[in-house]
């Protein structure tokens, strides 16, 4: 009997085992996103050249809803601590009328190649930057990377050339693919309910298929994070590493419950860093306000973000005030408290109003904001979010990120994580604010893949 016993335990934890190193992947179906039923002769696989471009038309309607603005004035010692600072925003509005150059910064986003196909009935816009020159014996490694809200490709331009031309003799070369999330940017926004994350990772492993990449490394932010680490569930054979700078937990555990309940007075126990500490321990009650401070526009937008959007689609100046918020606070929290956000501590204004013309003139608030609802209203418990990640991971700690995840807890979602870097300094929009550190991680960690040697 203690025989028979010994080898069901024995075959119950073999099973165990084979069962937990078994790579789970994420299941999806293809979508068709057009208006009306799927085409008979199936897509157009073609690829289109695309230039951003502008007219006298588009610009004399933004200077005509500028003009006819109602300022209203903010209360008196107020900061950022009740939204955009109305006072502040007439200098952005007047900086934004009389001194941007919009031309100009269409010239600039086209610096780079652009380009258009059509994915599950929906044209996909995308950024794609190959190197010039390549080191003898060696080849580009293909990389996408993905933004998320407010923002848009655009938040990668100032990392571009240093991934696809590095100055290091030992530095790996890039062949960069920055796509806007269908319903962001130039991307087209679906026509049915029920665009989600996992969708638009399905799409984006098609994109990068259709451009003859069979591997290649992802990197994301913010819903950026999502997408890409969908990609790496969906396929994990495609996906040769992945990097990240956003990782919220999708699924607390019991360590970490363990981790927040003792970690102040065991640290080392959990592995939390003085770091971990300090973000992770403020006052119960700072930590509730704080919460609530900044998740008001997710609620809204998970909710209702046709009603909100509407007005934000006609008012120029408010879209302004809506995305350039979420730059100030969400770099640094601490800007609530300055007269201007602190927006051009880190940002140019010419930056900052170039992500929002993108918005403006493609009229795509709405379908970004809506982006929240369709991932939010099928709950917090999708099989993705209960699903490890086995690709190989990157992970940039910047300080000032909106939320802080010790070491321990993205190793939890995130298996194979190789790198784990601490960064100086940032926040959320991390990309756009230190783009050489973000690349200089980059490097760290693709270097940990050996892709040379496949």
């Not at 471009?53 to 209203?72: A, C, F, M």
């Not at 991971?393 to 910047?398: L, N, W």
Request: aromatic share 12%; net charge positive; hydrophobic share 35%.
């Amino acid at each position: 009997m203690f025989t028979v016993l010994v080898a069901v335990v024995i075959g119950g934890l073999i099973y165990f085992l084979v069962q937990k190193s078994r790579v789970q992947v994420l299941e999806t179906k293809d979508g068709w996103w057009r208006a009306g039923a799927p085409l008979e002769d199936g897509e157009d696989l073609t690829i289109r050249p695309y230039k951003v471009t502008t007219s006298d038309e588009e610009l004399e309607d933004l200077y005509r809803r500028l003009d006819q603005t109602r300022p209203v004035p903010s209360l008196e010692d107020s900061q950022f601590n009740y939204g955009f600072n109305s006072n502040y925003l007439q200098k952005v509005v007047s900086y934004w009328r009389h001194d941007f150059d919009w031309r100009r910064q269409v010239d600039k986003l086209n610096w780079y190649p652009h380009f258009k196909t059509n994915i599950e009935g929906i044209d996909v816009h995308y950024v794609h930057v190959k190197p010039k020159t390549l080191p003898e014996g060696t080849s580009a490694i293909p990389l996408i990377m993905v933004h998320g809200w407010p923002g848009s490709f655009y938040e990668f331009y100032k990392m571009i050339p240093l991934l696809t031309k590095p100055s290091k003799p030992d530095d790996l070369v890039f062949e960069v693919v920055c796509p806007s999330i269908p319903g962001y940017g130039f991307s087209e926004a679906p026509h049915k309910k029920g665009f989600d994350s996992v969708c638009a990772a399905r799409i984006f492993h098609k994109l990068m298929k259709r451009l003859g990449f069979q591997q290649f490394c992802a990197h994301g932010g913010d819903w950026g994070w999502l997408i890409t680490t969908n990609m790496a569930q969906l396929e994990p054979k495609t996906v040769k590493g992945l990097h990240l700078n956003f990782a919220p937990p999708s699924k607390p555990g019991l360590s970490m419950m363990l981790s927040l309940i003792l970690g102040r007075h065991f640290p080392k126990l959990f592995g939390l860093t003085n770091m971990d500490i300090q973000r992770l321990y403020p006052r119960m009650e700072k930590l509730v306000v704080e919460s609530i401070k900044e998740s008001g526009y997710m609620h809204i937008q998970a909710t209702k973000p046709d009603t909100v959007g509407r007005g934000l689609n006609d008012s120029p100046v408010g879209l302004a005030a809506y995305i350039l918020e979420k730059f100030s606070t969400w770099t640094d929290n601490n800007s609530r408290n300055l007269d201007d956000g602190g927006l051009t501590r880190k940002f140019t204004l010419d930056d900052l109003l170039t992500n929002v013309m993108i918005y403006w003139t493609s009229g795509c608030i709405i379908s970004s904001m809506r982006f929240y609802k369709e991932n939010f209203s099928k709950g917090l418990n999708q099989p993705h979010s209960k699903m490890p990640v086995y690709v190989p991971t990157g992970f940039a700690c910047f300080p000032n990120e909106l939320v802080h995840s010790p070491k321990m807890w993205v190793k939890q979602k995130y298996y194979k994580l190789e790198t784990f870097t601490p960064m100086a300094r940032g926040g959320h929009f991390a990309a756009m604010e230190e783009p050489w550190l973000m690349a200089e991680d980059i490097q760290k960690f693709a270097k940990t893949l050996e892709w040379k040697k496949e």
